[in-house]
Each structure stands twice: as structure tokens, then as C-alpha cells.
């Protein structure tokens, strides 16, 4: 829908602050920011009662913001083209605003529905999160936004209420059946880790991941191409897990112990599909205490190929890979990468490759050479550091 971050632009919230002041015509009364993500491992399993493990990129969305008395949301973003967008929180329904507004403005409306004072405000939206690329500017949008309006108006919530609400948002009033991972990697993340959520009990554990002092670097590949398979196909993989369950006599799969495996797999022996995502979400769940395990202990070498795994089981087993992730994946690998993996829902959007620093230009030159070779646009492919969650910036 053509919101698209300018590319080469430098973001910070003092420029967000700025460019606040030219269109609300005051400076704002903060910036509050809330960083993109990406999935380390732990695909397909959020809305499985499943282990993921995000962190949050470097990359973020600035919401400067100031209140307003006369009950009116005014949104505006860099990003976004038709000017300001200006609607009454009162009006506020699902349904009743399309386009990006409906990012913040079903903020402000998750926020009245569970009781939080939202008076009007004026917002203007900075962010250099790549849109639409699997990163989750998204979730971005919806926790730098739910930050700012809260802190304007009232005392501040704890960042897994803040997920929540950002949440259902997108749920209820965007209307994207999203699960609760990348709210809360925006929301609760911590610079140097990577964040073991269980999605279950929503408990989450901060674990050590800072590849850089290692010399490794881990390189985020946005293939640039969004296949249109998305939305019907993850509705059916999500029916499918539940009719596992079903089948299986546990309320989800993540009940379903990796010891256990063997046995549900020879229950589902005449359900094929519904097997292969049985055997997926179980050997996820694995790999994310697996991973978990390994970076606590300091050995950040040995999670690549736990990374590479990953990505055969949603290749094979969950079919939501393209040609353009197998071929990043594959071309990453053989330019001597320790670990590469499609992140997020697939069909398209990034890959996450863990390199040798030494290595990493090796690779990425090679990522961009096979993509031309094969006719495609050259990928983008940049290193991250694990990042902070959202906070106030200004
Ligand atoms: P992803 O979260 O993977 O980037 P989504 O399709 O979930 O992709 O969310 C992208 C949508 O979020 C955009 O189409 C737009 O509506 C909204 N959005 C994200 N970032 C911004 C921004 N900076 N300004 C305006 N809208 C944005
Ligand atoms: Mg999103």
C-alpha cells in the first residue's frame, strides 16, 4: 500500500522531533521508540503455546508525540503518503480505518477498551524498519505507539502489557491473526541478547547474544520479494496444528514432548500434512531450548547448524519456504556460513545468517551475485547487533 521507509534517510528521534514540529507546528512533548525484530528461531510456534527466540534489530520506529484536549488522534508518518490522518478516538471501532492509521489508531483503541485513560494526541512516525520485509514494522508501529500514547496520558505500563495491547490491535482491530512474539520482542527486548519467550505462560529469560566480541556476525538478507501466498496459507497451517492436537488429545502442540515424538508421528500416519507440522512444531520447540542451552553457555558457533535445521523443517515440513529463501539460505551456507535460516512467516521477506566475521563479506558478496545470476533483484543484506526494546528517547 506503498508505505515505505525512505531509503538512505538518517532517523533519529531528534529528527523524528523536527519533523514532528513541521507538521503539528509545536515541538512534540517526547519520542518514543520501538525497535523492528528478528527471529532467531523458533518459527510456527507462537500460536502452538511454543519456545521463540527474537531480538530486536537496530533498526527502529520513532513516535513523537503531544497530547491533545480535544479528544482528536492526528497521525502522520514519513512513510506514509496522503498527509495527516485525522480521526476522534470516540469514532474509534474496528473496521473503521483502513490503511496504515489503522496500526496507531487501533492502539489508541486497545487502549480505551481496557480502560486505560487515551485522550487525543497529535503523532508523527519516524522509522528506517524495513516494511513489509518479515522484521515486524508492524509490531514497531503499534509498542512505539502504544509507549508514547500511555506515557503521555497516564502512568506507564509494564512492556508485556504493552505487547499485549499492541497485539490486539493488530488482531482485533487491524485484523491480522498475529501471534504474541513480535510485540513482545519490540516491547521487552534487551540490547547484547536474544529473548527466550515461552508463549505459553508468556515468561520470558533475556540470554546472552552479542556475536560481534566473538568475531561472528549475524547478517539479516531481505530477499525484497513478498509472495501473495501469505495470509490464507498460515490460517491453514494454524488449523492444522489444531487438528493435530485434536488428534492427539492435548490441548496444543506444544504438550507434545520431543521424547513423545515418535509415537504421535506413527498416531498420524494417514494425515500426512497434519504430521509433517506435528513434527515441525516439536523439533522447533527443541531447537529453541537447544539453542537456548547453547548460548548460556557461551558457544555461539554450535547454534548454526540448529539454524540450518530450522530451516529444512519449514522447507519440507511447513512449505512455507520460496525459491528465493532456499536460494539465500543455500548460497550463505556454501559461502562458508555457520548457520542460515528463513525468519519469520516465509514466502518471502529476510533470512538470518550467523557468519565468521571474516567471512561475512565473502558471503553477502555471494548472496548478490547468485541472485543475479538467476535474475533476481540483489537482496539486502546487512549485519545486526542485538538491540534494546522500546523506551523513551526525547
Ligand atoms: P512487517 O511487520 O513484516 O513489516 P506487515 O505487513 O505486518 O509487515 O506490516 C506492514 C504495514 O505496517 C505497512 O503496510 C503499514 O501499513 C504499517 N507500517 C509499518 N511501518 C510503518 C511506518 N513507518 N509508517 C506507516 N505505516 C507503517
Ligand atoms: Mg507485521
Not at 547474544?209 to 566473538?214: G, L, S, V, Y
Request: net charge neutral.
Amino acid at each position: 500500500m506503498g508505505v515505505r521507509p525512505p531509503r538512505g534517510r538518517r532517523v533519529s528521534a531528534r529528527r523524528a522531533a523536527a519533523a514532528f514540529r513541521e507538521v503539528h507546528g509545536a515541538m512534540p512533548d517526547g519520542v518514543w521508540a520501538a525497535p523492528g525484530r528478528v527471529n532467531l528461531i523458533g518459527e510456527y510456534t507462537d500460536f502452538n503455546d511454543g519456545l521463540v527466540m527474537p531480538l530486536a534489530l537496530p533498526h527502529r520506529t520513532w513516535a513523537a508525540a503531544s497530547p491533545r484536549t480535544d479528544g482528536r488522534l492526528r497521525l502522520h508518518s514519513a512513510a506514509a503518503p496522503g498527509g495527516v490522518v485525522e480521526l476522534r478516538t470516540a469514532d474509534l471501532a474496528p473496521g473503521a480505518v483502513r490503511g496504515w492509521a489503522a496500526y496507531p489508531a487501533g492502539v489508541a483503541w486497545a487502549l480505551r477498551e481496557a480502560g486505560h485513560t487515551t485522550g487525543g494526541a497529535d503523532l508523527h512516525i519516524e522509522s528506517d524498519v524495513p516494511v513489509g520485509s518479515g522484521l515486524s514494522s508492524s509490531a514497531a508501529l503499534e509498542v512505539a505507539t502504544a509507549l508514547a500514547l500511555t506515557e503521555l496520558h497516564g502512568p506507564a505500563l509494564p512492556p508485556d502489557r504493552l505487547a499485549r495491547l499492541a497485539q490486539h490491535a493488530e488482531n482485533a482491530f487491524v485484523g491480522v491473526p498475529c501471534g504474541i512474539m513480535d510485540q513482545t520482542a519490540a516491547a521487552c527486548c534487551a540490547e547484547g541478547h536474544a529473548l527466550h519467550l515461552d508463549t505459553r505462560d508468556l515468561s520470558r529469560r533475556h540470554v546472552p547474544f552479542a556475536p560481534d566480541p566473538e568475531g561472528l556476525r549475524l547478517l539479516v538478507v531481505d530477499t525484497r520479494v513478498r509472495h501473495d501466498l501469505g495470509d490464507g496459507a498460515y490460517a491453514r497451517r494454524r488449523a492444522d496444528c489444531e487438528k493435530g492436537a485434536r488428534a492427539l488429545g492435548v490441548p496444543s502442540l506444544r504438550d507434545i514432548a520431543y521424547g513423545q515424538l515418535p509415537d504421535a508421528l506413527e498416531a498420524l500416519a494417514d494425515e500426512p500434512v497434519v504430521r509433517a507440522l506435528v513434527r515441525h512444531v516439536v523439533t522447533e520447540n527443541e531447537r529453541v531450548a537447544r539453542v537456548a542451552a547453547l548460548l548460556v553457555a557461551g558457544d555461539l558457533r554450535a547454534i548454526g547448524p540448529v539454524l540450518s535445521a530450522g530451516h529444512a523443517s519449514l522447507r519440507d515440513d511447513v512449505a512455507v519456504s520460496c525459491a528465493e529463501l532456499d536460494l539465500a539460505v543455500a548460497v550463505a551456507n556454501g559461502a562458508g556460513a555457520l548457520g542460515a535460516r528463513m525468519t519469520g512467516g516465509g514466502f518471502g521477506g529476510s533470512a538470518v545468517v550467523l557468519a565468521e566475521a571474516a567471512g561475512a563479506d565473502a558471503v553477502a558478496e555471494a548472496l548478490t551475485g547468485a541472485f543475479a545470476s538467476v535474475g533476481h533483484r540483489p537482496p539486502h543484506v546487512f549485519p545486526v547487533r542485538p538491540a534494546a526494546g522500546a523506551r523513551r528517547e526525547l
